[in-house]
């Protein structure tokens, strides 16, 4: 399973980068928009500097709703960088620009998924990732890693080649209910990524080994 960071921090990308760990990044408008990072040209610097800085998929979100300007947009961000992913809504259009793309040789990455028939959808239009927003779903009591094995088990059976992107992690847990689910991509905030280090006992055997070190080498 590759590990997405879900942010458009450049300190917290670089720190999952520096662990050797991190296989791509996603960005969003929202997240663009927590780092201050506005305006067209802004934006379009940031994404190269973040193309620059991690080998691997770099999803940058398309703002147009229409097909005509999806594919306009489409084609200047994926210009860009050869990391660049189109990051596509899951509306009509958006799906016919994914199928667009996907003829030109354009990554894409379908996001706003959240049922099994967008999954299927977006598949048939040949998106490279789709993106379920399991957190999302969670938060109005769905149940998000259910949508992530039944979208996992339709692209088994029917073969579809396109990925899994798991997406909107909330914790650790949800990365180990992804892996067990055969999601192909977390996508997760830096915070859950690390804390998947974590354990008490972890610490506490350390603590001991070093204090037994420390008395057999005084
Ligand atoms: C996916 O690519 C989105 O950027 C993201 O995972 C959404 O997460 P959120 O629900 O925490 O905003």
């Known amino acids: 399973m590759k590990f997405f960071i879900d942010t458009a921090n450049l300190n917290q990308i670089k720190e999952a980068n520096d ?24 934006i379009i610097n940031h994404y190269v500097t973040i193309c620059n800085m991690v080998d691997g ?8 709703t229409d097909f005509e300007g999806i594919v306009r947009e ?10 660049i992913v189109v990051k596509v809504p899951m509306i009509k259009d958006g799906i ?26 977006a598949a048939k239009a040949g998106a490279t990732y789709i993106s379920p927003f399991l957190g999302r779903l969670d938060d109005i009591s769905y149940d998000g890693i259910e949508l992530i094995n039944q979208i996992v088990h339709i692209y088994n059976i029917q073969a579809y080649e ?10 650790p847990v949800h ?4 892996a067990e ?15 998947l ?3 008490p006992l972890t610490d506490i055997g350390l603590e001991k080994f070093l204090a037994d070190y420390k008395k057999g080498n005084q």
């Open 19 to 42: 662990l050797g760990i991190l296989d791509g990044v996603t960005t969003n408008p929202s997240l663009m928009a927590k780092e201050g990072i506005t305006g067209a040209e802004n």
């Open 57 to 64: 998929d770099v999803s940058a979100e398309v703002i147009s």
């Open 74 to 83: 489409g084609e200047m961000l994926a210009a860009l960088h050869k990391n």
């Open 96 to 121: 016919k620009a994914i199928k667009y793309f996907s003829s030109k040789g354009i990554k894409t990455n379908c996001t706003l998924v959240f049922s099994a028939g967008q999954a299927i959808l």
């Open 162 to 171: 396109t990925q899994v992107l798991a997406a909107s992690i909330r914790n």
């Open 175 to 178: 990365i180990v209910k992804c």
């Open 181 to 195: 689910a055969g999601a192909d991509v977390i996508t997760s905030p830096l915070d859950s990524i690390l804390a």
């Open 197 to 199: 280090l974590k354990h």
